[in-house]
């Protein structure tokens, strides 16, 4: 079985640019999750898809984020404008259930550079 | 404010010896613990969890410690391997939902 995938494994761009990452995840998963490590810090939370709807998007930092799942299969997660503290590490998750207890499957992550 | 909290950067240990990883949480709505590995350029892997009702949990090598009184868990590793050595994150959530809120990890080198 494929585990939850990300394209692309890298990016950079110029600041003011924008950036579309994509996670394809877990065939069967209903449940994704974006997370993102900022400078070898602590992973954070961006938002939480049910299907094709968003459950819990606190984590979004702006407005300049935008995330889709379409047809609650892949997801996508645009910036636009890029800015330089947009630079990190940005995982995608997967789980099949929706108890808090099902375990989280981890893509490779994106890693997004910003100049 | 960070509710998860790994005050340790990195550790490191002998081959053979036992690796004991700590974490503090300040969130008293966290009932589900886990632990998470991460080598180089790859993602977090799932390794252990624990529930609030219990005070321990064991998978082989790997044993998680909950103290809730504390709001401290541990991650034991025994005996520790040269490729246990990676990046151990320890994450929490609450009852009612699904986010993860992870620390800020810690470095385990297991030396040979």
């Known amino acids: 079985e494929a585990g939850v995938t990300q394209f692309p494994s890298h990016s950079v761009i110029e600041k003011g640019q924008t950036v579309t990452l994509r996670c394809d995840p877990i065939?069967?998963?209903?449940?994704l999750y974006w997370y993102r490590r900022v400078m070898g810090k602590e992973i954070k939370f961006l938002l939480h898809f049910v299907k094709e709807s968003k459950q819990d998007e606190s984590g979004m930092p702006n407005n300049r984020f935008l995330a889709e799942r379409t047809g609650g299969t892949y997801s996508t997660l645009k910036v636009q404008p890029a800015e330089l503290e947009d630079s990190g590490v940005y995982f995608c998750?997967?789980?099949?259930?929706?108890?808090?207890?099902?375990?989280?499957?981890f893509g490779p992550g994106t890693r997004l550079t910003v100049l | 404010d960070q509710q998860v909290k790994q005050n340790s950067p990195s550790l490191s240990v002998q081959e053979g010896r036992i690796s004991i990883l700590n974490c503090d949480y300040t969130n008293s709505m966290f009932d589900y613990f886990l632990w998470y590995k991460k080598y180089p350029a790859e993602g977090p892997t799932f390794l252990i969890s624990i529930s609030s009702i219990k005070d321990k949990n064991e998978d082989g090598r790997f044993t998680v410690f909950l103290n809730k009184s504390a709001k401290h868990l541990s991650l034991h590793i025994v005996p520790s391997q040269p490729g246990d050595s990676a990046v151990y994150f320890c994450a929490a959530t609450e009852e009612y939902g699904n986010k993860l809120v992870f620390g800020a990890g810690t470095i385990l080198r297991v030396k040979s």
């Open positions: 065939s069967g998963h209903d449940n």
């Open positions: 998750a997967s789980s099949p259930g929706y108890a808090h207890s099902d375990t989280q499957y």
